[in-house]
């Protein structure tokens, strides 16, 4: 099992910039990969970066430049570095993982960003 926990989130006006932060319960290194998720108010939840234990990242194509996903292995943290904040990154942002075909999720962490 693994559990969780997101922090970071806030208000924040458009342009600026937030890190989130996702706390695991158990060591991340072996985990094959984090993803980050952005759930907007009324819309399903979409990936917008992960990265695999090798360190290799992806990012949807609307972060590309913008945000960063990064892990640290002794701290048992993922982090998503959010730069030049728009307002359509609104919404809640959930942590993800997989363990031995099983998906798990944190509770998320509310973003908002003003015009």
């Known amino acids: 099992q693994v559990q969780l926990v997101e922090s970071g989130g806030g208000l924040v006006q458009a342009g600026g910039s937030l890190r989130l932060s996702c706390a695991a319960s158990?060591?991340?290194?072996?985990?094959?990969?984090m993803v980050w998720y952005h759930q907007a108010p009324g819309n399903q939840r979409v990936l917008v970066a992960r990265i695999t234990s090798g360190g290799s990242t992806y990012y949807a194509d609307s972060v590309k430049g913008r945000f960063t996903i990064s892990r640290d292995n002794a701290k048992n943290t993922v982090y998503l570095q959010m730069n030049s904040l728009k307002p359509e990154d609104t919404g809640v942002y959930y942590c993800?993982?997989?363990?031995?075909?099983?998906?798990?999720w944190g509770q998320g962490t509310q973003v908002t960003v003003s015009s």
């Open positions: 158990r060591s991340i290194a072996s985990l094959n990969e």
């Open positions: 993800n993982t997989a363990l031995l075909f099983r998906n798990y």
